[in-house]
Nanobody
Framework: QLQLVESGGGLVQPGGSLRLSCVYS????????FGWFRQVPGKEREGIAG????????AYADSVKGRFTISRDDAKNTVYLQMNNLKPEDTAVYYC?????????????????WGQGTQVTVSS
């Protein structure tokens, strides 16, 4: 069983930046691929960024490409999402998830383990 804990969310003005962190623990299996997702009330969960088990490959949704960067530091058991040039439409609860079978993939249904989420609000 893998546990994931996100942090770093908050209130930021349009054009600002935030860095989300996802600390994972509890695995003796080896490396997982990871993804970041977001969800607003009444809408489906959206996959926005994924990173492979080695970190060599990443994938992004068109809505965040060029503004968000996913990275991982396995020495710290942490996955990051650097978010720049934030827009009001980025407001959502952001979730980190782990995929034991490969990646990077952006479909939520392939991910096994999920964190509890962290709120990001972009507003002036």
């Amino acid at each position: 069983q893998l546990q994931l804990v996100e942090s770093g969310g908050g209130l930021v003005q349009p054009g600002g930046s935030l860095r989300l962190s996802c600390v994972y623990s509890g695995s003796s299996r080896g490396n997982y691929a990871f993804g970041w997702f977001r969800q607003v009330p009444g809408k489906e969960r959206e996959g926005i960024a994924g990173i492979s088990t080695t970190g060599a490959t990443t994938a992004y949704a068109d809505s965040v490409k060029g503004r968000f960067t996913i990275s991982r530091d396995d020495a710290k058991n942490t996955v990051y999402l650097q978010m720049n040039n934030l827009k009001p439409e980025d407001t959502a609860v952001y979730y980190c998830a782990a995929d034991p079978y490969g990646g990077p993939r952006l479909q939520p249904e392939v991910y096994y383990y999920w964190g509890q989420g962290t709120q990001v609000t972009v507003s002036s």
